[in-house]
């Protein structure tokens, strides 16, 4: 008998999978924020399934000034639940309206002191995200995501300077594109 | 590379990082409380180890030790004794009183450092907004006679080292702004000399510590050209100053490991930040 309500999530997202998703199935993005750092992100999503969607991006910036350079490369990707497959405002259905999503992203940061062409060191920091966002679609085409997120962060100094690290925050997003 | 990368990882996900030590609630000054209290976070090192003091912001009137807690963890665990201090706020905390206790917290550290496993020719001064002019004042003015602590520690000595991150360097500069006129109890035009002797700017000479400024492009509460004309000063008197600027370097919000999304974080927090502090701490305190 407790076993019933699993037995139906289940059959559920079984179901889910096996249905062919209405709606355009991709879309093509970049994230404004990183312009402001130096950076950029492109990322593709895919509509695999009714209500799940799959995303992957690259992703990179030099943010650091001044008496230091920096390179950051990053991958990002994402799964997502769609909870009502429209998007409110416009009506657009599909990878439309608001959604939860798992996320977890990699960069590696290195960082040059300029003076004397010094490299200082490198680090990575793996990220792993909780987001509720909502995607507004425009025209049929264009869409604008912004996202808030549960993150959490663990940070390896290469150098083993400075221990790991592992915290919390939160984080907003924001993705402008278009569907396909 | 890898494998010290795989260990530290591997040291993370699976084995758990070596919690450090923690001291709540240390009272350097027995007078004013709660506001002058510091956390301490030991090493698993034993002997003198370099240490690090921490100065919280909050535009002189919020904030508490505990928001350095993820970084004094981190610098604990990496070897580094660290200090997490309260001082006294507005109201209370008007010019000098605020600059006063950093003095006597770190005069504190050095007189008591045998107790703590400290090393008190190596402790480093950071803070980060009002708590980076803080210890950019202490970095320029710990030997001012009109700063010196009344507490019973005495006057400090010259830190080691100081990192301020996102702070005022000049507030003869910002003068027009609320919160500067609150923490120095009045204008520019009523308290020219306050404004000069709270100016770390103002107060530079030949052989003051090493700095190391971090700035944000995008952080319209720190002013990041302070930081700039900081750095040229300290280096135009003959003394060490680099800076680390940040584009797009929000007060309160960073890119984080996606480059499109903004954590909700300080600068001194940033990769590029721990990095290059990683490697000023080690040239100028050692490495633990």
Request: hydrophobic share 40%; charged share 20%.
């Amino acid at each position: 008998m407790r076993r019933a309500p699993l037995l139906a999530c289940v059959l559920l997202l079984a179901s889910a999978a096996r249905a062919e998703p209405k709606g355009k199935r991709n879309a093509v993005s970049h994230k404004p924020f990183a312009i402001a750092s130096s950076g950029v992100v492109v990322q593709y999503e895919r509509y695999l399934a009714e209500r799940w969607s799959a995303l992957g991006g690259l992703g990179g910036r030099r943010a650091a000034r001044e008496d230091f350079r920096s390179y950051t490369l990053s991958f990002v990707s994402e799964g997502r639940f769609w909870l009502t497959r429209r998007d409110w405002a416009s009506g657009h259905r599909g990878m439309a309206g608001p959604y939860l999503g798992a996320a977890a992203d990699a960069a590696r940061t290195s960082v040059t002191y300029v003076p004397t062409d010094r490299h200082v060191g490198a680090a990575w920091r793996i990220q792993e995200s909780l987001r509720f966002g909502n995607r507004f679609v425009i025209w049929n085409l264009q869409e604008i995501t912004p996202a808030a997120s549960l993150d959490v962060i663990h940070e390896f100094d290469e150098k083993g300077r400075l221990a790991p690290n592992t915290r919390t925050t939160l984080g907003l997003d924001l993705s402008v594109g278009w569907v396909f | 590379m890898w494998p010290r990368f795989g260990l530290a990882l591997a040291s993370t996900l699976v084995l758990g990082c070596g919690a450090p030590t923690e001291i709540e609630d240390v009272s350097y000054d027995s007078r004013y409380g709660d506001s002058t209290k510091l956390d301490l976070y030991l090493p698993d090192e034993s002997g003198p180890q370099p240490a690090i003091m921490l100065i919280h912001g909050g535009a002189w009137r919020w904030g508490d030790k505990r928001h350095f807690d993820n970084a004094a963890r981190r610098f604990a665990r990496s070897g580094y004794v660290a200090a997490s201090i309260n001082y006294r706020l507005v109201p209370g905390g008007e010019f000098p009183n605020a600059p006063r206790d950093t003095a006597c917290a770190l005069a504190f550290l050095q007189q008591n450092a045998d107790e703590y496993g400290i090393d008190p020719k190596r402790i480093a001064v950071m803070g980060y907004s009002a708590g980076g002019h803080l210890a950019s004042l202490l970095g320029v003015a710990y030997d001012t006679p009109s700063l010196a602590p009344d507490c019973g520690w005495g006057r400090p000595e010259r830190p080691a080292a100081v990192i301020p991150g996102a702070g005022a360097h000049d507030l003869r500069e910002r003068a027009d702004a609320e919160w500067i006129q609150d923490f120095m109890g009045g204008t520019l035009g009523q308290l020219p000399e306050e404004y000069e002797q709270a100016s770390p700017i103002a107060q530079i000479d030949a052989g003051e510590p090493p700095y190391l400024l971090v700035s944000g492009g995008g952080d319209w509460i720190g002013a990041p050209e302070q930081s700039r004309w900081m750095r040229d000063a300290l280096r135009a008197a003959g003394n060490e100053a680099d800076e680390l600027g940040l584009a797009g370097g929000g007060h309160l919000l960073q890119p984080g490991a996606d480059p499109g999304e903004l954590e909700l974080e300080v600068l001194t927090e940033t990769p590029e930040a721990w990095l290059v502090i990683a490697d000023f701490l080690a040239r100028q305190i050692g490495e633990p």
